[in-house]
């Protein structure tokens, strides 16, 4: 047994698992991280269950089943020419379709579409839904942009990657830097160039062109489900809580509107720029019309908000709350701002974004006995809502409202039974890390099985 980049030891049995995607994928930190995170939940598995061990289930689950890396070209409006790289990962099919965010941001490499698709392929069984697991995206930055830059670009995009997709094969949604606008364009051209109005091939559309109720709200709303099952669970609630949300995106939007509807109080959120601070309560409404309709920022909320206060460059986790739900990016909690946390009284964290906690500070959690719900669970009401999106495109329906949000609340308070009972199972009682990756890794483990060596 080693320690490795997250410190705890690997069953002896994962441990050349593990030496052989360090050797194969190097320099690719975050993938790393994810994987080494999946491989430290399963010794326990391993040693119940060595079939899988001797059908290199695991080995299998961490090599991509397609990679696809691609130039985009597009010009801006000065009509100078420019230059970015597209990926796709088409990571596991197992289950179903590949099915994954696209997110358009400039720090965007093959390591970290890697690392998300892997997360999603157990994020996505967990949800209960026939989807595989895929992400995608490209390193380009659409801050600044105008509204037609970022439709050429969304077009030149799409002209590669529409072969590489469909509705029984690769079905993409938002992450971040894609939302309902980049999905229409998106969806637009994909129509084009296959002459076909093929709905389901994207999710998270806008309501007039197949979109689903609920999928805008989808993650931030599972979130804020999952953590009030995780507090109900112990008698407690979000009930007059004091809670910090980190980001001021999609996701963190509607969590801090759930949140609210439960009784908490979103004290802070934050963008790159810096944190905003309102003791009365982040109001909803103002935040929503600033960042969805006019595309500001956090500052512009402190401005126009009697009360609130802007800290450019400001340290989120420096504000004291009873609930952290990190919403903006990967490694965005570290081990400081876990101290942190735990010294001002934190008893919950949920994940909103994909692995935004660093695993040093996974482990300050655990050891000072504060709740944690990985994103893999916690945010999870996205692409299950995303799936809903789907079979309603299918049968060529669409759902009210309140259904689609009972659905929703549903398959939130049943992936969180699920990591629960599994942790139990398993001997990591109240681990949720342990119950979700090892629920989630049985399940298309077993559908690998089922499929024989393909
Ligand atoms: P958005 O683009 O809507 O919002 C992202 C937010 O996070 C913005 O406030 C942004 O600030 C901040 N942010 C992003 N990157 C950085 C960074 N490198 N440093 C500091 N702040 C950053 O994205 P989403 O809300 O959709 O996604 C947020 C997270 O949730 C991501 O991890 C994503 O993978 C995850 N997620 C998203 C789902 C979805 O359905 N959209 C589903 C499940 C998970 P700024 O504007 O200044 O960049
Ligand atoms: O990380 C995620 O789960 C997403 N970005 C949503 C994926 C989807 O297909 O809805």
């Known amino acids: 047994m080693t320690p490795g980049v997250n410190g705890h030891p690997l069953h002896d049995i ?5 030496q052989d995607v360090l050797r194969r994928n190097p320099a690719e930190a975050e ?17 119940k269950h060595p079939h899988y061990v001797e059908a290199a289930i695991i080995e299998r689950l961490c090599e991509p089943e397609r990679q696809v890396v691609f130039r985009v070209p597009w010009h801006d409006d000065r009509g100078r020419v420019r230059i970015n790289r597209g990926f796709r990962v088409q990571f596991n099919s197992a289950l179903g379709p590949y099915k994954g965010g696209i997110r358009f941001h400039p720090s965007v490499n093959l390591g970290i579409i890697k690392f998300l698709g892997f997360e999603q392929i157990f994020k996505n069984a967990l949800t209960g839904m026939p989807i595989g697991g895929g992400k995608g995206g490209a390193d380009f930055d659409p801050k600044g942009c105008s509204d037609n830059e970022i439709m050429r670009f969304c077009q030149s995009f799409m002209t590669e990657l529409h072969r590489h997709l469909g509705e029984y094969t690769d079905v993409p949604a938002g992450d971040t830097g894609v939302g309902e606008r980049e999905i229409g364009y998106l969806f637009g051209q994909y129509k084009r160039m296959t002459n076909r109005y093929e709905s389901s091939v994207l999710t998270g559309k806008g309501l007039g062109i197949g979109g689903a109720r609920v999928r805008r709200e989808a993650t931030g709303y599972g979130t804020a489900i999952f953590v009030q099952e995780m507090l109900k669970e112990r008698g407690m609630s979000l009930d007059g809580r004091r809670v910090v949300v980190s980001g001021s995106g999609n996701v963190a939007l509607y969590a801090i509107q759930k949140v609210a509807a439960f009784g908490g109080i979103t004290v802070a959120c934050s963008d790159s720029d810096g944190v905003v601070i309102d003791e009365k309560g982040i109001d909803f409404d103002l935040l929503r019309e600033i960042k969805e309709i006019e595309r500001g920022r956090v500052a512009d909320y402190a401005a126009r908000r009697p009360g609130a206060r802007h800290i450019p460059g400001g340290a989120i986790w420096d504000v004291p709350c009873e609930v952290a739900i990190p919403c903006a990016t990967q490694n965005e909690l570290t081990h400081h701002d876990a101290t942190t946390l735990v010294a001002n009284g934190c008893l919950a964290v949920a994940e909103g974004a994909n692995m935004p906690t660093t ?16 994103g893999k669970a916690a945010n999870a009401g996205g692409v299950a809502t995303s799936a809903l999106e789907m079979q309603q495109n299918a049968s060529r329906d669409s ?14 308070r049943d992936i969180h039974r699920r990591c629960a009972e599994t942790a139990e199972t398993y001997g990591a009682p109240g681990n949720y890390v342990a119950g979700a990756n090892i629920a989630g890794f049985i399940q298309v483990a077993d559908a690998m099985l089922a499929l024989g060596l393909v």
Do not use: D, N
Not at 31 to 47: D, I, K, N
Not at 359 to 374: N, S, T
């Open 359 to 374: 695993p040093e500070a996974v482990r300050a959690f655990a050891e000072a006995g504060v709740l944690f719900a990985p």
């Open 14 to 18: 994962l441990e050349p698992v593990w």
């Open 31 to 47: 993938f790393h991280q994810a994987v080494r995170e999946v491989l430290e939940s399963l010794g326990p598995v391993v040693a």
């Open 399 to 412: 759902w009210t409202f309140e259904h689609s949000e009972e659905k929703l609340t549903e398959i939130m």
